[in-house]
């Protein structure tokens, strides 16, 4: 049959981009080229901060999100690349196993080059990992999942606000979950196990992912690496940019197609079918001990609102973190190896996966407050306990669901080298939006 094309954006002709596989310790180089077209794929509103008018319409630069780099190679969102230029990043690779991304991270436009296309994978392996035996090789799978709203003419379509008051969609939602840039795919494996590296790269939405048939998922790993223990679960839910390794076990099941499902929608099909290898991979009762960060440690913990706040000269609503603009001086300034608490108070209806870029972190609680309090006198009331992560949050993490009514309060040390970082909101409606700010590692 004669299908429609889609025209999409891509790393190295490809969406999503080649995995790019790292070993801890082990430094790399990585030449990032320019070489997309004069002309933007999607319609660029230019309403939009940062991006103005006398600037080229296809700007990029890639953050690969997770990774402790250093400041000058970590993809800082105005120091994009016009057509044609290039530049050399350099990946320590200082880091334990995890499964990373990289993406598009160019000032005021990051939602539409995303969209378009620009993301891919980023595995960190280390020897430890290695030696738990997991399933690894072609029972290895990245899975990368976003929507997209494919238009009737097959091509994308990213909706373009025509209400003045309101110029910017403030959450792009898609009519199609792609898994690997592919439209409902299938994948052939074995009765055995597999390890998957599930990578929620949509601008807005989240995913609610379960298996058919009632089959279980252990977790094994989250944004960060790997769990003390694996968590077995029926479902999980993945915010933008969150990440979840999972092994699933198909043994027993040839000849059956098992589905993997956002909320009631299939997204992938497994087919199960017996090539007569033997299953040799493990899933150890004990993945790797994750140390807690003792929170009566940190020198500071800053109260740090998300929030939206009318623009005073465009009548546009903005969200914003701590009250500021992208462009304000830089209010946090972490010193080198210190240990930090951030209480993010959300005063929205909404969800907001916050991300830092440089360092890992752990949840220690949400907590609800007092919003009324708040508003009038800028006090921070808790009207309850804190909710203590459950196990599948309790690892590792570089981005965070910071919910409505509750402080979500995470612990991190600054590890890394200094300079200017950025932490912002990834659903990139909000990122392009101003919910992003600069921090300062001293
Ligand atoms: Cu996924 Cu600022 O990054
Ligand atoms: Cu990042
Ligand atoms: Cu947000």
């Not at 043994?251 to 017996?274: P, Y």
């Not at 993010?344 to 909404?350: A, E, M, S």
Request: glycine share 8%; hydrophobic share 40%; aromatic share 8%.
């Amino acid at each position: 049959r004669d299908l429609p094309r889609t025209t999409q954006w891509g790393y190295q002709g490809s969406m999503p981009g080649p995995t790019l596989q790292a070993v801890r310790g082990e430094p790399m180089l990585v030449e990032w080229v320019n070489a997309l077209p004069q002309q933007h794929l999607l319609p660029v509103d230019h309403r939009i901060h940062g991006a103005e008018r006398s600037k080229p319409e296809v700007r990029a630069v890639t953050h690969v999100h997770g990774a402790r780099v250093p400041a000058d190679s970590d993809g800082w969102p105005e120091d994009w690349l016009a057509p044609g230029r290039s530049v050399l990043y350099h990946y320590p690779n200082a880091q334990d196993a995890a499964t990373l991304w990289y993406h598009d991270h160019a000032m005021g436009i990051t939602r539409l080059n995303i969209y378009a296309g620009l993301l891919g994978a980023f595995i960190v392996r280390d020897p430890e990992e290695q030696a738990l035996g997991l399933p690894s090789g072609e029972c290895d799978l990245p899975l990368i999942l976003c929507d997209r709203l494919i238009a009737q003419n097959g091509q994308l379509y990213y909706p373009v606000s025509d209400d003045p008051e309101a110029p910017w969609v403030s959450e792009c939602y898609g009519n199609a979950v792609l898994c690997n840039g592919k439209l409902f795919p299938y994948a052939d494996v074995e009765p055995r196990r597999y390890r998957l590296r599930l990578i929620n790269a949509a601008n807005a939405r989240h995913f609610n992912l379960s298996l058919s048939h009632r089959h279980a998922f252990m977790q094994i790993a989250s944004d960060q690496g790997l769990l003390p223990a694996p968590v077995e679960r029926e479902r999980i839910e993945l915010y933008p940019a969150e990440r979840a390794d999972v092994v699933v076990d198909f043994a027993g099941m040839d000849g059956q197609t098992i589905e993997l499902r956002d909320q009631s929608d299939a997204i992938l099909q497994f087919r199960v079918r017996d090539r007569g290898r033997r299953d040799t991979a493990a899933l150890p009762a004990v993945l790797r001990a994750v140390p807690r960060i003792d929170p009566a440690t940190a020198v500071c913990d800053r109260v740090l609102t998300l929030g939206e706040m009318d623009d005073a000269n465009g009548g546009a609503m903005m969200m914003m973190l701590g009250g500021k603009h992208w462009s304000a001086p830089i209010t946090e300034t972490p010193r080198q190896d210190s240990v930090e608490i951030w209480s993010l108070v959300n005063v929205t209806g909404d969800v907001h996966p916050i991300h830092l870029h440089l360092v890992r972190f752990q949840v220690i609680e949400r907590r609800p407050f007092d919003l009324f309090a708040w508003n009038a006198h800028r006090t921070l009331k808790y009207t309850g306990p804190g909710v203590p992560p459950p196990p599948h949050e309790a690892g590792w993490k570089d981005t965070v669901r910071a919910d409505p009514g509750m402080v979500t309060r995470i612990v991190m040390r600054f590890e890394g080298e200094p300079g200017r970082y950025v932490w912002h909101c990834h659903l990139l409606e909000h990122e392009d939006n101003e919910m992003m700010r600069p921090f300062m590692l001293l």
